[in-house]
């Protein structure tokens, strides 16, 4: 996850004033002025993580917070708080034409991904019922037309592109002709980028605008790209009054910077995410839920959703059960990651349960890809019935874990891996058990009072 770093440093910030029964105002300074270095080492705009620090400690400095029987907890609802004004409050949600085709124009520098992502929102589009069209308008950059014409062929999505001797603005009207003709209802463009930012590129950029009258022009940003990517975004912004945002590569070693200073920055909100490089990663973007899961709350609605709408109603029941299930023992474990595959690396998805600590995560393989899945598999079943019923036998014996490897063709190391996978996975879904059992008596959230 792009904020690991981030969450972590915050979380242990914070996590210092929890412990306290009472705290001081040189208290709050001293953990303000570590989340001021978390911040700024996540690459978040000065200015930005400036005003940040100054409304989070005017806000905790006071007597009602100061004298609270729970101080601690207070200071991390003003965070949590502060971190989702920071990113836009709610979901931005896209907006659709009343007469004829939604047209989306994507904007970005090349290399941002911009062709992949016209893909990803194509999909995710038709998903909710629509018919998208993919239009193809870069006509610059080598094989960008044949790239997008893959793209759109792997999702069976169709893509219209008159050839790169026509210009990119005749393309695009004639691209929304075509989806009349044909019965689509979205329309996306993808327009061509640079690798620098020049007058000719939104000069093309502006005719294209004017010649389709977009219901949305949403900037690619590459979020690898740090304190660059809000430049980018500011100065697309003051030349096509772009309407959103799209983060791509959240899933990599970023610091997320790009994240926490782009809404401020540009006051425009972050509409989706790309997190990852299969076609359905992608994500709308919750500024509430992503504050949560920088300061360990977890992401439950997201997991809900996610299980929605990977997996039906009974298989997510099975899959309930068996990972709350005390007996917790390799079987069950084979079977809820062939389940949990659906919805993507496991590694993210226990990031969603709350209490969770990301430093405890690090290292520690859950068997994210179907590689990974089937090594697994083939470790619990070169175990006897007993073993995979026991998980203690493997765990305690080392000449049970040479004879696993050798009959899954596997390593010892790998062995060791699965086991502590396993363990991990066990203590989560306790922690996750103890939460839902709490929330039942006070609510959703109900063990932690300073969320509503």
Do not use: W
């Not at 009207?173 to 939104?202: F, P, S, Y």
């Amino acid at each position: 996850m792009a904020f690991d770093g981030l969450a972590s440093k915050l979380q242990d910030a914070l996590k210092k004033l929890k412990g306290k029964g009472k705290l001081t105002e040189k208290d709050i300074k001293e953990a303000m002025r570590e989340v001021k270095l978390a911040l700024l080492e996540a690459d978040v705009n000065y200015k930005v993580v400036k005003q940040f620090v100054s409304s989070v400690s005017e806000k905790c400095i006071n007597e009602e917070i100061l004298g609270s029987l729970t101080p601690g907890q207070q200071v991390v609802k003003v965070v949590n708080e502060e971190l989702t004004k920071l990113m836009g409050e709610s979901e931005s949600k896209l907006k659709y034409s009343d007469n004829g085709p939604t047209v989306f124009m994507l904007v970005g520098l090349q290399g941002a991904g911009k062709t992949t992502m016209a893909g990803k929102l194509a999909l995710h589009l038709r998903k909710g019922n629509k018919k998208p069209l993919l239009v193809a308008c870069d006509i610059y950059r080598p094989a960008a037309i044949k790239q997008l014409e893959v793209v759109g062929k792997q999702i069976d999505i169709p893509v219209f592109s008159l050839g790169d001797k026509v210009k990119a603005v005749d393309i695009a009207k004639a691209g929304i002709k075509h989806a009349k003709e044909n019965g689509n209802n979205i329309v996306i463009i993808d327009t061509a980028g640079r690798l620098h930012i020049d007058e000719e590129l939104m000069q093309e950029l502006q005719d294209v605008k004017t010649a389709t009258n977009p219901n949305e022009i949403l900037l690619v940003v590459d979020s690898m790209t740090g304190q660059d990517a809000v430049n980018v975004a500011q100065t697309f912004n003051n030349s096509l009054d772009i309407s959103g945002v799209i983060l791509t590569k959240l899933d990599g070693d970023t610091r997320g910077g790009a994240a926490l200073s782009i809404r401020h920055i540009t006051e425009k909100p972050i509409k989706f995410v790309g997190v990852g490089e299969k076609m359905n990663d992608i994500e709308v973007f919750h500024p509430d839920r992503m504050a949560s899961r920088i300061l360990g709350m977890g992401d439950v609605l997201s997991l809900i959703e996610k299980a929605q709408q990977s997996i039906d109603e009974k298989e997510a029941l099975e899959l309930s059960e068996k990972m709350m299930n005390q007996e917790f023992n390799y079987d069950d474990y084979l079977m809820a990651m062939e389940q949990m595959s659906k919805l993507g690396p496991l590694n993210k998805l226990i990031e969603m349960i709350p209490g969770v600590n990301t430093k405890e995560l690090q290292g520690v393989d859950f068997g994210a890809g179907e590689k990974q899945l089937s090594r697994v598999k083939a470790i619990i079943q070169s175990m006897t019935a007993k073993e995979r019923k026991n998980p203690t036998l493997i765990a305690s014996s080392s000449s049970r874990k040479k004879r696993v490897a050798r009959g899954s063709g596997t390593t010892i190391q790998e062995i060791n891996k699965l086991i502590k996978g396993h363990e991990m996975m066990k203590k989560q879904m306790k922690q996750m058990k103890a939460f839902t059992k709490n929330s039942s008596k006070k609510g959703f959230l109900g063990k932690m009072p300073f969320m509503k």
